[in-house]
């Protein structure tokens, strides 16, 4: 059998090549997001950058931390404290210390271009990165800065939302940030809260002087790196990479998986008379089955060792265009790790193996007979195991939509849902695809069968008669075009929904938000309020609150800080289950329907933004919605949190136009932007973010290159089956033309048979959605990502249609007679 199987490697190449660059492509991706997992499970050590030359860096609470029956449970908080007066007093007994801020700068105006995320600081604390001035001097007055870059010259002078300052002294670029350096004094008139200073003083003294006050932290040596901000921006980077590259991950196994077993199934299939004359020379059924084993064996042995080495290579170019297109940091690059190789070949021996054990039992149980048979009839598509999968698949698709419909509608609108959940769909209907195939596509083909001339009833009983063959060339149209239109339809469903609910909560004519982190004072609201035409005014601030769920779950969520509740109720419609808004005071809290306890009147125990524990009452509860209803609080809970967004609503009668143009006159001095509804609404509807973006376009290029693979390699399998079709029209009296526009025909039909069941299955799985929403109370309308579908229809079309055609023209090269009498 050995000798025979490696005959039939060498000699039918062609039916192995496609399940071979398949399985050498999946292992190589396996190990590409393998290796570009295992690089980003933890951030490497930074060296400290911003402290550098700082002694001890004394930071503030930034962490609320709960004890829980199972351990600790800790969130950062949205608004961390400042390191308490007592222990400051305290601090400045051991030595000199040096208080921190940091504040963003606003360019309105100035010399040439400038960057667009200048961040100001003391003067005191450029000495700790260190900074040192290499032209000029150092600001002595409130209006003199200097900057790091070189991208402002001493004497230059800047028009700043500050106000106008003068550069006088640069220093050079650290490559961490943009900075703009102020008098000690002016950027404690800008920033006046402080969250972390440097003392210089004994590390041990320190931390005694510190002992009784909860939260503050220590930072000497590498840990100065946490009062930089690179620290957080590093774990959010990890996340998201982690969640990019292993869905890329998953569905690179779950699309090689099907692509290699379709193959293998559809070459046996072709290979029946090859295994009757096997049986006729004495093989039994056994051997027949270990021949084809030893096949599968030898190329998935051969193609996962080959996809390793592609992997290698591969890994370093994921890496370097991740890092390029923003969606890593800087750091990130591919490290020597030797597991993901291990998993990558074993997963991919694994993959070729499970695919071809079922047709290998298909092929032990070829007769004799097939041997002796000059015309065949194409047995039936759908086995006894292929109906139980595709069942079985099909009922577990439903049972677990049904079940999450009824315990919590909100998981299925999460990433790591609606991207998995498809999977079991759609892997359903690719195994009870030929099923529908032949009715499908006599509907189909109903109307060009009618046409004068026979082309469009050739084409109709030829796709129809070859009910494998068009199943097996359906079957990757219709997991690319499923998977874009889940995936991509999910994304855009969410956000349609997300786009609903702001249209349906924002009651106010115009918007007037806050142009950086400082936001509006109390004068800037006054002034707002002062407008003539101005009905209402209803300023909030962005903060959070916390609560333990289960007693064991500390969740956050993000809260609005309104000042007046009934001017909240007059300029926002809150989709409300239960109570009033009105009800809401300084000891009660909105909650929305996701958190544990969310009864009106009930009593909850929180943490705000601060960390403050409270417990305070449930004025009201609103629909669970998207998941972006959040909480409402009043401004007396958010303490510290500045004013970012004021809605105004405009009296009965007044002149909208004169009442934008005095808003904008009255927040020009602090900074805002003034926006009417439609402009709100507009500017910030919601969208995918670049992460999500480019993991989405990463698993359905995925796709799309195996659908290819499975294309190309299908039809020129295929091309060997048609030979004598193909010269039986010929003999005919076709011309070559004739019958390959036929065959460019029948291949597209086959596609878009395809294409439309794909359609089918992404309509169910966002059917799914649009019923979570509704009982999430978003009435909104799935979306389907039509361009990218086009797209993809398109690019299968045109791989078909030209691998069909030119394995035709190929075998036309030969005399119709010679072809007839070819066997296979």
């Not at 949205?78 to 700068?105: K, M, Y």
């Not at 924002?506 to 800037?524: H, I, K, L, Q, R």
Request: aromatic share 6%; net charge neutral; with cysteine.
């Amino acid at each position: 059998m050995l000798i025979v199987t490696l005959h039939t490697l060498r000699t039918r190449w062609v039916t192995f090549a496609g399940s071979f660059v398949a399985l050498c492509l999946g292992v190589a991706l396996l190990a590409v997001t393998g290796l570009a997992l295992a690089s980003s499970s933890a951030a490497p050590d930074r060296a400290p950058e911003r402290f550098a030359a700082a002694p001890v860096v004394v930071r503030g609470q930034d962490t609320l931390r709960v004890s829980t029956p199972v351990g600790d449970r800790t969130e950062k908080l949205a608004r961390p404290r400042a390191v308490p007066a007592g222990t400051v007093s305290e601090l400045r007994r051991l030595g000199r210390i040096v208080e921190d801020r940091s504040f963003p700068v606003r360019v309105a105006s100035g010399p040439g271009d400038w960057p667009g995320d200048l961040v100001g600081h003391p003067w005191s604390t450029a000495a700790f990165a260190p900074y040192e001035i290499d032209a000029g001097r150092a600001p002595h007055a409130a209006g003199e800065v200097v900057v790091s870059g070189g991208w402002a010259a001493p004497g230059e002078r800047l028009r700043t939302r500050q106000g106008v300052v003068e550069v006088v002294g640069t220093v050079a670029d650290r490559g961490f940030e943009n900075a703009v350096f102020y008098t000690d004094a002016q950027a404690a008139r800008l920033s006046p809260a402080s969250l972390q200073l440097v003392v210089d003083a004994d590390p041990a003294a320190v931390r005694d002087a510190v002992r009784g006050s909860a939260g503050v932290r220590v930072l000497t040596g590498d840990d100065r790196r946490y009062a930089d901000p690179g620290s957080e921006q590093d774990s959010e980077a990890l996340t998201a990479m982690n969640s990019l590259f292993g869905t890329a991950g998953g569905v690179t196994a779950f699309v090689s998986v099907f692509v290699v077993a379709s193959t293998f199934a559809f070459a046996v299939a072709q290979r029946r008379r090859e295994f009757g004359l096997l049986r006729t020379a004495g093989a039994t059924p056994g051997q027949v089955r270990r021949t084809v084993l030893a096949e599968g064996l030898a190329v998935g042995v051969l193609a996962s060792a080959a996809g390793c080495v592609l992997g290698s290579y591969g890994a370093p170019h994921l890496a370097a265009w991740v890092v390029d297109e923003g969606l890593a940091p800087d750091w990130f690059t591919i490290g020597d790790h030797t597991w993901p190789y291990h998993l990558a070949f074993w997963t991919g021996l694994l993959v070729a193996l499970g695919g071809v054990v079922a047709a290998s039992w298909r092929a032990g149980r070829t007769a004799l007979t097939q041997a002796l048979r000059e015309a065949s009839v194409e047995p039936r598509a759908m086995t006894r195991g292929r109906w139980l999968c595709g069942v079985a698949l099909l009922l577990t698709a439903l049972v677990t939509l049904a079940v999450a419909l009824a315990d919590d509608p909100g998981d299925l609108l999460h990433r790591k849902t609606y991207v998995s959940r498809p999977m079991l769909l759609i892997s359903a209907a690719a195994l009870l695809a030929p099923v529908v195939v032949r009715p499908l596509t006599r509907l189909l083909t109903w109307l060009p069968a009618r046409l004068p001339g026979a082309a469009g009833m050739l084409v109709r009983e030829s796709a129809a008669a070859g009910t494998r063959r068009t199943a097996a060339v359906a079957a990757p149209v219709l997991v690319t075009v499923a998977l874009a239109g889940s995936l991509l339809g999910a994304t855009a469903t969410l956000n349609e929904a997300g786009a609903t609910e702001a249209r349906e909560r924002t009651a106010a004519e115009f918007v007037v938000t806050a142009t950086d982190e400082s936001g509006f004072d109390a004068a800037a609201v006054n002034r707002l309020r002062a407008v003539p035409g101005v009905a209402t005014v209803s300023p909030a601030s962005s903060t959070a609150v916390y609560v333990l769920e289960e007693g064991v779950a500390l969740v956050g969520s993000d809260a609005r800080a309104v000042a007046d509740p009934a001017a909240l109720a007059a300029t926002t419609r809150l989709p409300l289950a239960a109570g009033k808004v009105t009800d809401l005071d300084d000891g009660s809290v909105i909650v929305n329907e996701e958190w544990e306890r969310h009864s009106v009147g009930e009593r909850v125990r929180v943490w705000l933004g601060d960390g403050t524990e409270k417990t305070l009452r449930i004025a009201a509860v609103m629909t669970t919605g998207t998941g972006d209803n959040g909480v409402y609080v009043t401004s007396a809970n958010a303490p510290g949190a500045p004013v970012d967004r004021v809605d105004v609503a405009v009296a009965a009668g007044a002149d909208a136009s004169a009442v934008a143009e005095a808003l904008r006159g009255a927040v020009g001095p602090a900074g805002g932007q003034v926006s009417d509804r439609d402009a709100w609404l507009t500017s910030t509807r919601p969208g995918t973010n670049t992460t999500t973006r480019a993991g989405l376009f990463l698993v359905l290029g995925i796709a799309l290159l195996y659908s290819g693979i499975s294309l190309v390699n299908t039809m020129v399998m295929a091309a060997s089956d048609r030979v004598r079709d193909l010269a039986v029209l010929r003999l005919a009296g076709a011309t070559g033309w004739q019958v390959l526009r036929l065959i460019g025909a029948e291949s597209l039909t086959v596609v878009v048979v395809g294409a439309v069941l794909g359609l089918v299955v992404a309509v169910l799985n966002l059917a799914g959605m649009w019923a979570a929403l509704r009982l999430l109370s978003v009435p909104s309308a799935p979306v389907l990502p039509w361009p990218a579908l086009a797209g993809v229809v398109g690019t299968c079309a045109v791989l078909t249609v030209f691998a069909s055609v030119l394995s035709a023209a190929m075998a036309l090269r030969y005399r119709a007679v010679a072809l007839a009498g070819a066997r296979d």
